[in-house]
């Protein structure tokens, strides 16, 4: 069964304290890996798609990047504008997309 | 580029009316939309896909007779919560999949739905 898991729940940082977010995923046929980025009351804003094994996409703070089980979304010297709930998500053969509870990111200034 | 918008933004409503969302493709053709539902802090549910031109396949559990889905053109597709009741008070959100990049869908704003 196709299946998505994020980690932390939450995460607290201070300004400018790097970390990573962490998508493990289970999915027959990967064709696609997705992040999002969601802000409270709005719909999610597409961040990265990436779709095999080694690939690397970069925006602003954010690095996402992907392996056969998980994906991370590096985020180097948060704002506290970056604070936000990260979603991911998955589409594997059966066509459906998967998504993972999200993490929520809470940056301190 | 892959713009999404819903209207209304918000609404609300009297218990066992009808309400209708929209949901359009601002700048590209979407062959395929989504209805999704979220609940406070938990994470998106999806309730169907919309095909342009052909019925909606709907999730288990969700009512086909209650949450009407019309995708009429690639750049709109309509949910109407028809007899609404309060347990169907959400946020409802809808995305689109640019035919383009064919795998990544794009969300709109979504829609606050409140049934009294």
């Known amino acids: 069964e196709d299946q998505v898991t994020q980690s932390p729940e939450a995460l607290r940082l201070q300004e400018g304290e790097s970390s990573s977010l962490n998508c493990s995923y289970t999915?027959?046929?990967?064709?696609?890996l997705f992040w999002y980025r969601q802000d409270p009351g709005k719909g999610p804003e597409f961040l990265f798609t990436?779709?095999?094994a080694g690939e690397e996409k970069e925006k602003e703070r954010l690095k996402a990047t992907l392996t056969k089980k998980e994906s991370f979304l590096h985020i180097t010297a948060p704002k506290p504008e970056d604070s936000a709930t990260y979603l991911c998500a998955v589409r594997g053969g059966t066509y459906k997309y998967i998504f993972g509870t999200g993490t929520r990111l809470k940056v301190l200034a | 580029g892959a713009v999404v918008s819903q209207h209304p933004s918000w609404v609300i409503c009297k218990s066992g009316t009808s309400v209708k969302i929209e949901c359009r493709s601002l700048?590209?053709?979407?062959?395929?939309m989504f209805w999704y539902r979220q609940f406070p802090k938990q994470s998106l549910m999806l309730m169907a896909t919309?095909?342009?031109?052909?019925?909606?396949?709907?999730e288990q559990g969700v009512e086909k007779d209650k949450f009407l889905i019309n995708h009429a053109s690639l750049t709109l597709s309509t949910l109407t919560v028809t007899s609404a009741h309060p347990e169907d008070s959400s946020f409802y959100i809808c995305s689109a999949r640019d035919r383009r990049t064919e795998e990544t869908q794009y969300f709109g704003p979504g829609t606050r739905l409140l049934v009294l």
């Open positions: 999915v027959s046929g990967l064709r696609g």
């Open positions: 700048d590209f053709q979407a062959t395929t």
């Open positions: 990436l779709y095999s």
């Open positions: 919309s095909n342009e031109g052909s019925k909606a396949t709907y």
